[in-house]
């Protein structure tokens, strides 16, 4: 959700745009979605329209202050807790369906802006679509399914409390989805036939990347591109496996 590393494990990776779909399978694909399909890694100005829109002006500016300890605490703690301080802010006594309207009305026209052309022309050839995210279901689900046209969206399940039918802030187990979790997720949801081809932008992707497939290959590609290359494009890194 915050900006990714930038250093993979001293990996090598050739550019996005070298990916030749004609000599891979690609039935399936599971892709991320912050600086992967979309070209921002930070998916903080999407929380605080969200913030702001479902809750209010002040939850926006609550949000705005806490973002630098919420950065210290992504790269310094962990990117699950970042992602659970984010959550709980935003969301908070915030009703369910208050948040559905501005996921449906609000968000995809911003999130369509943001959309990088090269990874959504890999993600758009194949007939399976899924996005593993870390961001809340509740959040993105409409974008992806009419605007992408993802068939589902693995993320981050927040509680409600059921007779409120508010945000509790929380999330539900196993909590925000990164790094291996994002792999459980895809197991569990394509079983024994695995993605073709995996899409993602951050180390903490390699879990889920890790386990996707082509019939015709026996090894692992990585298409990665950082924007240090290109720093006039404006995008962010993003990398693709294919195994």
Known sequence: MLPPELELANKTFPLISECDLSSVSHRSV???LDGTLLKASLSFPYYILVAIEAGSLLRGLILLLCVPIIA???VFISEDFAGRMLIFVSFSGVKVSDIEVVARGVLPPFYAADV???SFQVFDSCQRKVIVTANPVVMVDTFVKD???GEKVLGTEIEVNPRTNRATGFVKEPGVLVGKWKKFAIL???GEDLPDIGI???KSDHDFMSICKVRYFDFTIYIFKNSLQNPKDGRLPVLISVN
């Open 30 to 32: 599971a892709a991320d």
């Open 72 to 74: 210290v605490v992504y």
């Open 116 to 118: 990088r052309s090269d």
């Open 147 to 149: 605007f992408l046209g």
């Open 188 to 190: 569990k949801e394509f």
């Open 200 to 202: 993602g932008d951050r």
